[in-house]
């Protein structure tokens, strides 16, 4: 009977993203996927800032933007008659704004899933403690005190093995089969509107290089639907929504009614197509009541069906896993006790149903549950969530209240105040190195724990050197304004709310841990029941 730590159910980009993460953080993994390859459509494709900072952390990025699209060929958001005629109204997402460096040094990308996955597999197949296997099935589980027993099957060959896994994350999608069989109750609503995806090979730059856009929504009396961007050239996505409300059934899209209702979205009705693949999908907006259920963890559409209306759905499960494989490896490590674990559910849950909860709103207003609609477009808040991608704020015993008050934003959807606040992403902030190149605090965290202290901030750094002995969990010390470091416009601490004595502790996540606005009579006594805290380890053991 083979053995892994962590068993992974799913490839998708979460599945594979938790692998990755698992071996950079040196545990063993056996990721299980019943397809024998990755995903061949195109499926999700943004990948908004804050996921864009987590694979830049774990130094992916390079190679996610090498496989999607530059950003000047994504620029908009087109609302159109037909593609070749008359436009309605266009915008530019926040995410592709100016305005967005502001907060993150990263920006977003558009990498269809079919280029993302084949990426992030290759990255994680180059880690030695990552074991993954395509056509691979997941028959049955059980679970008890010590661990989860599942049997495989080979999808191929029907051969069947038994797997003992201490904990097991299940990646397996909108229809998840480790949910059900665990009865698990979803909380929202269910098959909110019915849509089909048709990838199509056409050459549409004629209607779209002059303006280039992420989402073409074409709104006519006779067709409402989209064109998805994938390579901008001649492979589209066709995004026919609300099938029922238009008169039509999942039935109705042979290849022959597909190409008729593409050349109709265009707009010329001899324009060359073919179709290259043809997927009917119902979105829901539901979010699974627990996301942990003794040793075993829910993650990305397995916690949480969410209508693409946002591009929220694959972002929020890669950073599900995120938050879930740091607490795994040091659980399994031995450096933190099982009930860190329990916030996984308390951070990420509640984010969860908020996610959700604005991507229906953002259906509603795009008249994807209507039969009619009066106007097209979209409200306000639709692509422009910075709220949601960078304001989320923790509250979980995996945080350490400093009792400074939330930052007042008027709407926390669209509207992002960069804070340190114990619970809330480590902000961005400009740093200068002493040889003069800039370097973002996103950089220096998001691996391991870190203390970002100020310049008189000494006895915190010494401090932080002596957890790794005293506590077995190490701490990389880093002094801004007093060493290699210093602030490169003068508002790091402002932004991060400590004056020079005061200290951070970012989590391996990137979000805050504990802070210290300013100095305390016993800095070593005062950090380690901090990060014990966290690790919800007694003091005394610490």
Request: aromatic share 12%; glycine share 12%.
């Given at each position: 009977m083979a053995e892994s730590p962590v068993l992974i159910v799913g490839?998708?980009?979460v599945g594979l993203m938790a692998s990755l993460l698992l071996s950079r953080l040196g545990i063993r993994s056996l990721l299980i996927e019943r397809h024998p390859g990755t995903a061949i459509h195109p499926k999700a494709r943004g990948i908004n800032a804050r996921t864009m900072e987590v694979f830049r952390q774990q130094d992916v990025e390079a190679a996610v933007r090498q496989a999607g699209l530059p950003p000047e060929r994504t620029g908009l958001i087109v609302w159109a008659r037909t593609l070749a005629g008359e436009e309605i109204e266009r915008r530019v997402p926040w995410g592709r704004s100016e305005r967005s460096a502001e907060v993150s040094p990263v920006r977003a990308c558009l990498c269809a899933q079919d280029y993302l996955e084949p990426v992030l597999r290759r990255c994680a197949e180059q880690q030695a403690r990552g074991t993954l296997r395509f056509g691979t099935e997941l028959a049955s589980f059980t679970q008890d005190g010590s661990g989860v027993t599942a049997t495989l099957v080979d999808v191929a060959s029907g051969a069947k093995e038994k797997v003992v896994a201490q904990y097991m994350i299940a990646a397996?999608?909108?229809?998840?089969r480790v949910r059900s069989a665990l009865g698990v109750r979803m909380d929202g609503e269910t098959d909110v509107y019915d849509s089909v995806n048709i990838l199509i090979n056409a050459d549409l730059r004629q209607w779209t290089e002059d303006r280039p856009a992420a989402l073409y929504f074409i709104e006519n009396d006779r067709l409402r639907?989209?064109?998805?961007?994938?390579n901008a050239a001649d492979r589209w996505g066709f995004l026919v929504n609300s099938l029922k409300s238009q008169g039509y059934s999942p039935e109705d899209f042979t290849p022959e009614r597909a190409v008729d209702l593409v050349r109709l979205g265009v707009g010329i009705p001899d324009l060359p197509v073919k179709v290259l693949g043809i997927a009917p999908w119902v979105a829901s907006a539901h979010v699974a009541e627990r996301y942990r259920h003794d040793r075993i963890f829910l993650a990305g559409d397995a916690a949480h069906e969410m209508p693409p209306t946002g591009g929220f759905g694959m972002n929020t499960g890669i950073?599900?896993?995120?938050?879930?494989?740091?607490?795994l490896a040091l659980v399994l490590c031995g450096q933190a006790t099982p009930a860190l674990l329990?916030?996984?559910?308390d951070e990420r849950q509640p984010l969860g149903k908020a996610i959700t909860e604005q991507s229906l709103a953002n259906a509603i207003s795009m008249g994807r549950l209507q039969k009619t609609r009066e106007t097209a477009g979209a409200r306000p808040e639709y692509l422009n969530e910075q709220g949601m991608i960078f304001g989320a704020n923790y509250v979980s015993t995996a945080v350490v209240p400093d009792g400074s008050a939330a930052p007042v934003v008027v709407n926390p959807v669209t509207d992002y105040a960069p804070s340190a606040r114990p619970g809330g992403r480590a902000p961005h902030a400009w740093l200068q190195r002493k040889d003069g190149t800039r370097v973002s605090s996103i950089d220096l965290v998001g691996k391991g724990f870190v203390l970002l202290a100020g310049a008189r901030g000494a006895a915190w750094i010494d401090a932080a050197r002596g957890l790794g002995a005293s506590t077995g969990v190490a701490v990389t010390p880093i002094a801004v304004g007093a060493g290699e470091l210093d602030s490169a416009d003068g508002r790091w601490r402002e932004t991060y709310g400590i004056d020079e004595t005061g200290a951070v502790l970012v989590r391996p996540d990137g979000y805050v841990g504990w802070r210290s606005a300013s100095a305390a009579a016993d800095p070593a006594g005062t950090l380690t029941s901090a990060l014990s805290a966290i690790l919800s380890r007694p003091s005394s053991g610490a």
């Open positions: 490839g998708g980009p397996d999608g909108a229809q998840s639907a989209t064109f998805l961007t994938v950073q599900d896993v995120h938050n879930l494989c740091w607490k329990e916030t996984y559910h």
